[in-house]
């Protein structure tokens, strides 16, 4: 059995944990000789990038892939990344990689008969910790309240806001208003619940800043984990703050390789190395990642607030490993998480199970992808998309 055949979708939606703001995914489809279907995503963002990843893994990518064995997922993964020694290394490029590298690990466990936890390793699944994930409503407390509150009502025992819908006033522009938001999500949760802050990227923060925040956000909220107060590349900006705080350290969702993730583990200033399998490299890449932390001792965390797929790659390989926390949800229905598979991810008083069904376990509606897909004669006649 080989792969016959790797289609991408470009598709967008409207986010319902982001106020309806339209966001944009590039969907892989990879069939073999013998009928198995699997599927993967790349976390694009932009509408233009969705297309290009689309065009970039169909007429670049599909070949390196076309006519192998679907058992060799990474030999497959290191032929891709041979490919484009010169033009990936990142980008569009490595979306490409990563959501024909998640499809093929579906491919592969559809056609083994398992989930792909079972071929990573043969540690048992055991059910992990949800955490509802959203945007903060940063200019109305009283919402934020309401909306916490809510979660809470749900089941979950973990929460995180971060952001904002209007991203001049997000999270980590104001110290006065971060503090208040701060408050006003630990007001709603009470005192047993569990709180993560994620502060808005391009917030600026230099080491100083960050310490004073983390002391004092730690100090009136109580602190899970802090994520993202400084740019990624401060490596010594995250050593000052790790040192002067015994708040846990998040950062790493930006990444795109192994040898970026390594000098964050090796830096010993973050506590919860964040990834994306469908941007860092699919499962094959995050996998070694997801290693590395532990042998470091270190927590890992998907990022995956996107479709149900990232989702269902995340929790196999949270599955397969010991260093996992929680897994983030989105705490409303999402066209890209409820519509987009038949056997939608779903946490149950604070906890969700890793989907059991053979590859990622979940099943998608091809349909759905149909009603999602858009094409470059849907953007705007300007030519400039709109997320
Ligand atoms: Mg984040």
Redesign the pocket.
Known sequence: MTIARVQAFPVRYPEPNNDGKVRSLCLVRIETTDGVVGWGEAITGGQAVSLATAFLVERHLAPVVMGRDERDVPVIWQAMRDATYWDGNGGIVTFGISAIDMALWDVSGRAAGLPVHALLSDRAPTPVPACASTILATGDLERIGDEFAGFVAQGYRMVKG??GHDLSIAFGRDAARDLAVGRAVREAVGPGVAVIL?VVALAGWDADHAITMCRALDETVGLYWF??PLPEQDIAGYQALRAAVETRI?TG?KGWHAVHFQALIDSGAVDVI?LDPAKAEGITGSWQVIRSAAAAGLAWNA?A?SSALDTAASLQLAAATDNTLLMELKPVASPMQDELVTNPIRQVDGWVQVPSGPGLGVEVDESVVRRYRFTEDDLDRSGVATA
């Open positions: 971060g952001w994620d994520e993202d998040c969702e964040m990022h607030w």
